[in-house]
Structures are given as C-alpha cells and as structure tokens.
C-alpha cells in the first residue's frame, strides 16, 4: 500500500499505480454488461483485492465473471485482447483498420502500390474531404510492446517520397496529403513527439485522447472475429484466413461459417453471440 493507504496494483510495464475502482467501472460500463452484473463483479475484485494484483490478474477475474453473465458482454470486455489475437502477420490487422476507416467515412484501399523514387506498397490509402491519406499499420501481438521514433521517421520518410508522387498525378490535383501511423499498443514520448513535430497523425490504443483507436471502434460498434467466445482458437485463424475479419460479417453472411464444419447447435450459439456482439436484430435462424 502507499502512504494514503491505498492499494496498490502492477501495470504490464511493471509500473504500480493505486486501484481506482472508478476506472474499473468504467470499463466493465463499455461492455454493456447490465449493473447488476457490472456490480458483482467489483464487489468480487475488491473482496480478493490484494498488494501487488496485476492488472492482468484483475482483467482474467472480470472476463470469467462477465462470460457467465452474458457472452457478448464479456466479447466486448475483451477488445483489446481480441485485437491482439488478429495476428502473427499483421494482415487482419490492417483490414481491421482500414474497416474503422470506413465507418468514419473514409473511401478505401489496401495493399496500394505506388512508384516514387522507389516502390511503395502501402498498407492503407483513405480519402475523405479532398484529403488522401497514406495509413501505416504496426501490428504487435505483444500488448508489452510498443512502436518507438523509428517508426514514425521511417513513416515520415516514406510518406513525403509517396507525397513527392501523388502530388504529379491529374487525379490527385487539388487534394491535400497526410501520413499516418496506425498501433494497436502504444508509441513511446519520442515518436509521439516527433510525430507532432512533423504533422505525421499517429493513432494507438489510446491516444489521442477522444479520438483513440480504442475510442473509434467503440463508436462504430467494430468487433473482430477474435471476439467470439464461441469459436475456437483454430476456427477464429480459419476464419481471418478467408479474410473474415469482423463480427459483423458473420451476421450478414452465415454462410461463411459452413467451411468450419459447426453442428447446426453450435452455428445458432456462434451467430447468436454475432448477433448479440453487433447489437442486430435479426433472428438467428
């Protein structure tokens, strides 16, 4: 405990900050869990709450709690563990991306090619309001990890070279440009600054404040795959191996499930959660 007599709890990086069981609250609320569930579940943490508890140990009581209460719930708790999941390649991660691009109202384009004073293959292009964006994804299964200076000069570099392209092609007359550097952890100070210094706009799980990655897929209701807690571990990788990368798709598209080889028992529970993840009326069939 510190001086105030407060418990003390350890991040992921090791750092040790006081439980604010207010922060706790807060996220259990985005889950859309009801407050009855949301109540027992702190009413549980405090009760086994000791000095030292991580914020790991802390996620693993309020996930297993809420799952018994409701699945959906427990998906949407479970956000950013399910982006994690969207790995090793970074590929899903990056239609992930580019579908809460989309939902802002950006036109898309993945995997774009462009010849500057070298090729670029560009992991995201968005255009919106006479302004075309070149979006880069860093992809980290390691929610430990998180992307230093180098990235974003990388970035910078390659961006003003794609700029120094688009800037000559009839299509692109008129319009502005910007680089940005999309993670799904987080960057350090440096390339945060950096990043400011240079106009570069770079998205984390958390920043910027009001606007973060974490923020814009709660707004648009976005949910991977890797959220269902009624597919498997191999059935959530066959299904981003077809590029199956949202919730949603499932609900729109059942058919998509057919390859897994579900029993008809199974297929209603997994749409059911889809469903329910997505916040859609249809009945599952």
Same mark, same amino acid.
């Given at each position: 405990?510190?001086?105030?007599?407060?418990?003390? $709890?350890?991040?992921?990086?090791?750092?040790?900050?006081?439980?604010?069981?207010?922060? *706790?609250?807060?996220?259990?609320?985005?889950?859309?869990?009801?407050?009855?569930?949301?109540?027992?579940?702190?009413?549980?943490?405090?009760?086994?709450?000791?000095?030292?508890?991580?914020?790991?140990? $802390?996620?693993?009581?309020?996930?297993?709690?809420?799952?018994?209460?409701?699945?959906?719930?427990?998906?949407?708790?479970? *956000?950013?563990?399910?982006? *994690?999941?969207?790995?090793?390649?970074?590929?899903?991660?990056?239609?992930? !991306?580019?579908? !809460?691009?989309?939902?802002?109202?950006?036109?898309?384009?993945?995997?774009?090619?462009?010849?500057?004073?070298?090729? %670029?293959?560009?992991?995201?292009?968005?255009?919106?309001?006479?302004?075309?964006?070149?979006?880069?994804?860093?992809?980290?299964?390691?929610?430990?990890?998180?992307?230093?200076?180098?990235?974003?000069?990388? $970035?910078?570099?390659?961006?003003?070279?794609?700029?120094?392209?688009?800037?000559?092609?009839?299509?692109?007359?008129?319009?502005?440009?910007?680089?940005?550097?999309?993670?799904?952890?987080?960057?350090?100070?440096?390339?945060?600054?950096?990043?400011?210094?240079?106009?570069?706009?770079?998205?984390?799980?958390?920043?910027?404040?009001?606007?973060?990655?974490?923020?814009?897929?709660?707004?648009?209701?976005?949910?991977?795959?890797?959220?269902?807690?009624?597919?498997?571990?191999?059935?959530?990788?066959?299904?981003?191996?077809?590029?199956?990368?949202?919730?949603?798709?499932?609900?729109? %598209?059942?058919?998509? *499930?057919?390859?897994?080889?579900?029993?008809?028992?199974?297929?209603?529970?997994?749409?059911?959660?889809? %469903?329910?993840?997505?916040?859609?009326?249809?009945?599952?069939?």
């Amino acid at each position: 405990m510190n001086e105030l007599g407060q418990v003390l $709890i350890t991040k992921a990086s090791g750092e040790r900050q006081p439980f604010d069981v207010h922060r *706790l609250r807060k996220s259990l609320m985005r889950s859309k869990a009801d407050s009855d569930a949301i109540q027992q579940v702190i009413v549980a943490i405090e009760s086994e709450l000791y000095d030292g508890m991580s914020t790991s140990e $802390i996620y693993k009581k309020a996930f297993s709690m809420l799952r018994k209460a409701s699945s959906s719930a427990a998906a949407r708790y479970k *956000l950013k563990a399910a982006i *994690l999941e969207l790995g090793p390649s970074g590929f899903a991660f990056e239609k992930f !991306v580019e579908s !809460v691009l989309k939902s802002d109202g950006y036109s898309t384009q993945t995997n774009v090619m462009v010849q500057a004073c070298v090729k %670029h293959e560009l992991d995201v292009v968005a255009e919106r309001d006479n302004v075309v964006c070149m979006v880069e994804c860093k992809f980290h299964s390691d929610r430990k990890k998180y992307s230093d200076v180098k990235v974003p000069l990388y $970035i910078q570099s390659r961006f003003k070279d794609v700029e120094s392209a688009w800037q000559k092609m009839p299509e692109y007359e008129g319009k502005r440009f910007e680089g940005w550097v999309v993670t799904n952890t987080r960057f350090s100070t440096d390339a945060e600054d950096y990043g400011k210094c240079v106009g570069l706009t770079l998205l984390s799980w958390d920043k910027p404040v009001g606007a973060s990655l974490k923020q814009r897929i709660d707004e648009a209701g976005l949910h991977p795959v890797t959220s269902l807690n009624t597919l498997t571990v191999a059935e959530k990788k066959a299904l981003l191996e077809q590029d199956v990368v949202l919730s949603s798709a499932l609900c729109h %598209h059942p058919i998509l *499930l057919d390859k897994l080889g579900l029993s008809k028992t199974r297929k209603r529970k997994v749409l059911k959660e889809a %469903h329910d993840l997505c916040e859609l009326n249809e009945k599952v069939e």
